[in-house]
């Protein structure tokens, strides 16, 4: 079994929104988030995705 689209992580400053399966990264500062962020995509080869000013997740298309 493959899977062709799943969330690889959670990236947030705020971790009392998220919940789940995939990993949460907790930052302190926005700065902080858009760098770990950009770490993660490039280390697990996906896709950083912003869908607000707290919460990035990294998926696999």
């Known amino acids: ?6 969330i690889l992580a959670v990236v947030t400053t705020n971790a009392q929104k ?5 990993p949460i990264f907790t930052c302190e500062t926005k700065e902080e988030m858009e760098r770990i962020a950009a770490n993660l995509e ?20």
């Open 18 to 22: 998220v919940a789940g399966g995939a």
């Open 42 to 61: 490039a280390i697990l080869d996906g896709i950083a995705h912003e869908l607000s000013e707290q919460l990035f997740i990294i998926v696999k298309h």
């Open 1 to 6: 079994m493959t899977h062709e689209k799943v």
